[in-house]
């Protein structure tokens, strides 16, 4: 064997070894920085302090598939392909909050069910909110000839995460009040201090 040939397989087998310590976050995070997710049918979106989401167009909606920490150089699945939340569990929902929803919503929920429009907003001191639609309005039914509208009302409930995709406050129904994002939003920002 020729020193040449030696030499290329230490190399393949340190790059080999190197790659067998990473964690799945930081194989995932490579992953997601080739060409292949620069394009359709996926689209990277900045949210500031060095993150940004990877969302995928299904049933011609954008959807959250991954988190992106360029810090920790680490990427998050959000969402998987099913449309159900990955990084949430249920006990990262406020039940006693949503138990005057609809069984739909409340069965929606439990099933961790990301179907309708839902986003994850621009992080601020560490933080971001995530808006989580259980129950679109009845527009959404509608198709482009106005027909199919039903009575439903959107019901969305709210968390924050971190920049490691988990929940620092748990998901809730707001009380008619938008404040109470400001509240969340502080008790977000304390934990991960």
Known sequence: MKWKDLFKKKLV?????????????????KVLNSDEYKNRPYEYSDLSEGMAVINETMWGWWRPRFLINHNTKRAYEFMDKGQSLVTVTTNDIDWDSLKNLPKDAIDRARALSFHFPSFIHRFENGVARVSWQLNPDGRYYMDEDGFGMTADEEITIYGFIDQNAKVVVKFRILNESYRELDKMRKEAEEKVK
């Open 13 to 29: 087998k340190a790059e080999a070894e190197k790659m067998s310590y990473e964690s799945d976050e930081e194989k995932l995070y």
